[in-house]
């Protein structure tokens, strides 16, 4: 296609939202490979693509920009967003009034010229990263050899609290940096890694900032490897009124 291979957007949506997007490929083209807006829903918000590939798009992978003001529980598995000219995978979340849960399970986004997966995530009340219902299953990300960062994370619980569950984060070779997150709550946060490997990055391989501003931080770092990298392996900061 010599545009986005597929976009979709709504205006104002009154109630609950519930999209799937299964099975699919947006390959090749031009443009970005799937864009998905809906900025405007009143009640929930449900966002699910599996599996779904995202490759080579002149524009960049995937685009999802999402706002409610309701719960917003957005599911990625089997994702692929590899060899985009933009950022492979972007995502821009914002529940306004609700929580949000978001798993990116088994996604990659690799040798992107914009960056891997840029994620941007804010909740009024709780906020977790990684399945945590019906059952606790860490995210599982991959993103090597991108021209920008590897996994970039902004993450902000303004009044609830924030859970980070990762089962397996591997983030090397990539120019602007391995990983990145930035966790703030206004109570606890909870920042759990398993296998985590970001090595010959030129920036970090890791850097984590955690903030409680009223409760807790807890940190738990299993399986580290962060070798090779130009400005430093692991950097760790944590922050809490409380406790750390």
Do not use: C, K, W, Y
């Not at 920008?148 to 984060?169: K, P």
């Not at 807790?216 to 944590?238: E, H, K």
């Amino acid at each position: 296609n010599q545009g986005t291979g597929f976009f979709l957007s709504s205006g104002q949506v009154g109630g609950d939202a519930n999209v799937a997007i299964l099975d699919s490929a947006f390959d090749d083209n031009v443009g970005a490979g799937l864009f998905v807006s809906l900025p405007n829903v009143q009640g929930d918000l449900t966002l699910r693509i599996d599996p779904t590939t995202a490759n080579r798009n002149g524009a960049g992978g995937m685009n999802l920009s999402l706002t409610a003001a309701g719960d917003i529980t957005l599911e990625l598995e089997d994702v692929t967003a590899n060899d985009n000219t933009g950022i492979g995978l972007s995502v821009n979340a914002n529940s306004t009034n609700g929580s949000m849960q978001v798993s990116l399970l088994d996604v990659e986004a690799n040798r992107n010229a914009g960056g891997g997966i840029l994620t941007l995530l804010t909740a009024e009340n709780t906020l977790s990263l990684g399945q945590v219902d019906p059952d606790v299953v860490g995210n599982r990300i991959v993103a090597n050899g991108n021209q920008g960062f590897g996994f970039d994370l902004i993450a902000n619980a303004r009044t609830g609290q924030l859970f980070s569950i990762t089962e397996r984060l591997e983030t090397s070779g990539n120019v602007g940096g391995g990983s990145i997150r930035i966790l703030t709550a206004g109570e606890q946060v909870v920042l759990s890694d398993g296998v985590v490997v970001a090595n010959t990055n030129d920036g970090f391989g890791i850097f984590a900032s955690v903030t409680s501003t009223n409760h807790s931080a807890i940190v738990q770092m299993s399986q580290v490897t962060a070798n090779d990298n130009q400005s430093g392996g692991l950097f760790l900061q944590v922050s809490a009124l409380e406790s750390v």
